[in-house]
Each structure stands twice: as C-alpha cells, then as structure tokens.
C-alpha cells in the first residue's frame, strides 16, 4: 500500500512538471511569436501618378482585420470609363518577380482608361517567414542610382506561426479534391477561399471578394517556377480568357521577341487562381510563371546573389544535360528578366483585351517592358521612397 501511495504521488508530481513545462512553453512561444511580429516590417511602396487610394484586404472581409493576412490594396484609376485589372503579386512570397512587378506598376503606371487593382503581397503572412530547411535570406536588395531598395523574402506557405498545425490531408473546399497537409497553408491550393475556413483560406476569401465587389474583368496573377519544372515561362490560362492568352503571348514573341508558351488552365487541379476565380467569379483569369533557379533543387546555396542573378555552377551543369526547361547559360536567369517578362506579358495581356472587349478596355502606359528592362536595370524603375511627400 505505501509503495502504491509512492508510486501515485510521483505519477502527480511528474505530472505537475509536465504541466509546468507545457505552460511555460507556451508562454515563451506566444511571446517570441509577438515579438517576432512587432520587428516585422514591410517594405515602403511610392504611389505612382496614377495612385487614387489604398485600402486594406480587410475592407471586403472583416474576419482577416488586425491579422498578419491583412494586406494594402493599391487603385490606380484613371477616371476614364474601362474595365477593371485585379493584379495579384506575392500570392507565393518565395517568388519575388511578381511582387516586383506590382511594385514597378504602383510607382510606374499611367492608367489613361479603366483602372488596375494591384495586391503586391497577396499573403502577406508569407512575406513573415522563411522555409527553414532552404536558409533562405530575410531580405534583399535592388541597387538604384540614388542608393538601395530593400524587399522582404518569404515563403511559399502561410506563416505556420499564423495557422498551426497542418492537417495529415487537406480537402479543397467546395470541390472536396484532397491534397496534402502542408498545401492547406498554400494560398494558391484554397480560392475560392470561406469565410469560415482556415486562416490561408479566409484571405483567399477576402481576395474573392475584393473581385466580386469591384467587378473585375480580368485577374492576372503572377508567379515564379523553377526552372526544371515543366510549366515555366507560360501563361496558364482559364477557359475564358485562353483567347487573350494566345493572343497576347503572339503579339509579345512577334513586337519584343520574348517567347512565352500558353496552356489551359486544368480542369482537376483545384484550389489554383486560374481555375477557382474563374469558375467562381465573373472575372478572367491569366496565371503567369517565370523560371526562378533558386526554386530548384539541385542548386548550391541559396543566397542573395542567387536570387537577383539567377547564376548557379550546378544548374549550369545540369541544363548541359538537357534537364532545364529554359535557356539557361553563364547568364543565368536575371531578376530583370524574370520581371521584364511579367512586366511585358501584363501589358501585352491588357493591350490584348482592350482590343478583343472594348468595353472592359485597360490602357496604361509608363511601365517599362522587356528590352528597357534588361537595359537599364530594374532598379532604375525604382523610385525612392525618401523623397516620397
């Protein structure tokens, strides 16, 4: 009996450490997750000419108001009668020549008819980590004639600290397709989005939502991919907008002698912008992929210099053995070519649709395209926010 009254009173003690630990583990992760997000910063963005107002994500859903997915939505209208362009940036934070590009519109852009709607950090809560096991650098820099840019680097994922713990399979809402866990942190795996949903899945919700309220025509949605994969260096299109994209991707191969190839958006792959928003909404949708070799896995380290020239021995030797799906050479693939080709497939994409739908016309200019792109550098494109009044 008093071997059985021992053998308790460890089992209470141990319990009660083990309670006392959980607690305090807790409490210090609570802790070190708030102090991470009170150091966390975004990137300054200069309004451009055509810049008429900046609202939150929130303002078309309230469940993501005060969290880390809310995110500045940028308008740039002209005041002319025309359609309406959502471009989405940072849907993928790993993939920075679509936010890049957002960026160069915002400071850029002319809208002379019609208005672009422009989210260069789509997850924002992305934009607040990194994929540990790639040792991924937080920040980097773009060199301008007047100094240095500076623009975060994230993940591909929702910040697991935002949305905890992934699931052992995921089910697409509302088609029921399963994915793995992890793709329920993928902001690109959950639109349409539900307001009741996950976290990654309210600010697809919110984004649906914007679409809805502001009557979009067309959602361009720009992204990055390695460069072995074999779908780089396209536009994936939905049913209906294969049209523009065809068009669009002749005209930027015939006027600038960038090729870029054109596919269908598939019907079975759920949860993609090009599918869900253009089954689920009125708008178009056109997904569009450049070739990132930091995205690849038998590149060496993944450093800053890797991201902005895309140069690497080892992917080098392996487009040697015919196993890169893009050209790839000393050169290796540019931050200026990455967004030279989002920048000139975006305006060719409008140009195209203003021609096809008159009544949905976009007319912008001032962004430069491709060639002046490669020529000059993206940094001079930049402006500094220093002098932003």
């Given at each position: 009996?008093?071997?059985?009254?021992?053998?308790?009173?460890?089992?209470?003690?141990?319990?009660?450490?083990?309670?006392?630990?959980?607690?305090?583990t807790?409490?210090?992760?609570?802790?070190?997750?708030?102090?991470?997000?009170?150091?966390?910063?975004?990137e300054?963005?200069?309004?451009?000419?055509?810049?008429?107002?900046?609202?939150?994500?929130?303002h078309?859903?309230p469940?993501?108001?005060?969290?880390?997915?809310?995110?500045?939505?940028?308008?740039?209208?002209?005041?002319?009668?025309?359609?309406?362009?959502?471009?989405?940036?940072?849907?993928?934070?790993?993939?920075?020549?679509?936010?890049?590009?957002?960026?160069?519109?915002?400071?850029?852009?002319?809208?002379?008819?019609?208005?672009?709607?422009?989210?260069?950090?789509?997850?924002?809560?992305?934009?607040?980590?990194?994929?540990?096991?790639?040792?991924?650098?937080?920040?980097?820099?773009?060199?301008t004639?007047?100094?240095?840019?500076?623009?975060?680097?994230?993940?591909?994922l929702?910040?697991?600290?935002?949305?905890?713990?992934?699931p052992e399979?995921?089910?697409?809402?509302?088609?029921?397709?399963?994915?793995?866990?992890?793709?329920?942190?993928?902001?690109?795996?959950?639109?349409?989005?539900?307001?009741?949903?996950?976290?990654?899945?309210?600010?697809?919700?919110?984004?649906?939502?914007?679409?809805?309220?502001?009557a979009?025509?067309?959602?361009?949605?720009?992204?990055?991919?390695?460069?072995m994969?074999?779908?780089?260096?396209?536009?994936?299109?939905?049913?209906?907008?294969?049209?523009?994209?065809?068009?669009?991707?002749?005209?930027?191969?015939?006027?600038e002698g960038?090729?870029?190839?054109?596919?269908a958006?598939?019907?079975g792959?759920?949860?993609?912008?090009?599918?869900?928003?253009?089954?689920?909404?009125?708008?178009?949708?056109?997904l569009?992929?450049?070739?990132?070799?930091?995205?690849?896995?038998?590149?060496?380290?993944?450093?800053?210099?890797?991201?902005?020239?895309?140069?690497?021995?080892?992917?080098?030797k392996?487009?040697k053995?015919g196993?890169?799906?893009?050209?790839y050479?000393?050169?290796?693939?540019?931050?200026?070519?990455?967004?030279?080709?989002?920048?000139?497939?975006?305006?060719?994409?409008?140009?195209?649709?203003?021609?096809?739908?008159?009544?949905?016309?976009?007319?912008?200019?001032?962004?430069?395209?491709?060639?002046?792109?490669?020529?000059?550098?993206?940094?001079?494109?930049l402006?500094?926010?220093?002098e932003?009044?």
């Amino acid at each position: 009996m008093a071997f059985d009254k021992a053998s308790n009173c460890g089992k209470s003690k141990y319990s009660r450490s083990a309670v006392i630990v959980l607690i305090v583990t807790v409490a210090m992760t609570a802790w070190s997750g708030r102090l991470i997000m009170s150091s966390y910063k975004v990137e300054p963005i200069v309004p451009g000419p055509s810049v008429s107002d900046i609202v939150r994500l929130s303002h078309y859903f309230p469940g993501i108001e005060g969290t880390p997915g809310d995110t500045d939505v940028y308008f740039l209208d002209s005041g002319n009668p025309g359609g309406t362009v959502l471009v989405l940036g940072g849907v993928h934070a790993t993939e920075v020549a679509g936010m890049l590009t957002g960026v160069l519109l915002i400071e850029n852009a002319q809208v002379n008819q019609g208005r672009l709607i422009v989210i260069p950090h789509s997850n924002n809560s992305g934009f607040t980590a990194q994929p540990a096991e790639d040792a991924f650098v937080p920040v980097f820099h773009i060199q301008t004639e007047w100094g240095e840019r500076w623009f975060r680097l994230g993940d591909r994922l929702t910040n697991s600290v935002h949305q905890w713990p992934d699931p052992e399979a995921y089910a697409h809402y509302p088609s029921g397709q399963i994915l793995s866990g992890s793709e329920v942190r993928n902001l690109n795996r959950c639109f349409p989005g539900r307001p009741d949903g996950l976290f990654t899945e309210k600010i697809a919700y919110a984004i649906t939502q914007l679409i809805e309220a502001e009557a979009c025509d067309l959602v361009i949605d720009l992204h990055e991919a390695s460069a072995m994969y074999p779908v780089v260096n396209v536009m994936v299109a939905h049913d209906n907008a294969i049209d523009i994209a065809g068009m669009a991707a002749m005209t930027m191969e015939f006027e600038e002698g960038v090729n870029i190839g054109v596919e269908a958006s598939p019907v079975g792959l759920r949860g993609l912008s090009h599918r869900e928003i253009g089954d689920h909404t009125r708008a178009k949708v056109i997904l569009m992929e450049t070739a990132n070799p930091m995205m690849d896995w038998v590149r060496g380290r993944t450093t800053e210099d890797l991201l902005l020239t895309g140069q690497d021995e080892f992917m080098l030797k392996a487009s040697k053995k015919g196993l890169v799906r893009v050209p790839y050479d000393e050169q290796g693939v540019p931050i200026e070519e990455r967004v030279g080709r989002h920048s000139s497939g975006l305006q060719q994409i409008l140009n195209t649709m203003s021609l096809m739908y008159p009544d949905s016309a976009v007319q912008v200019e001032g962004v430069p395209k491709y060639a002046e792109i490669r020529e000059h550098g993206l940094g001079h494109f930049l402006k500094n926010p220093a002098e932003d009044i």
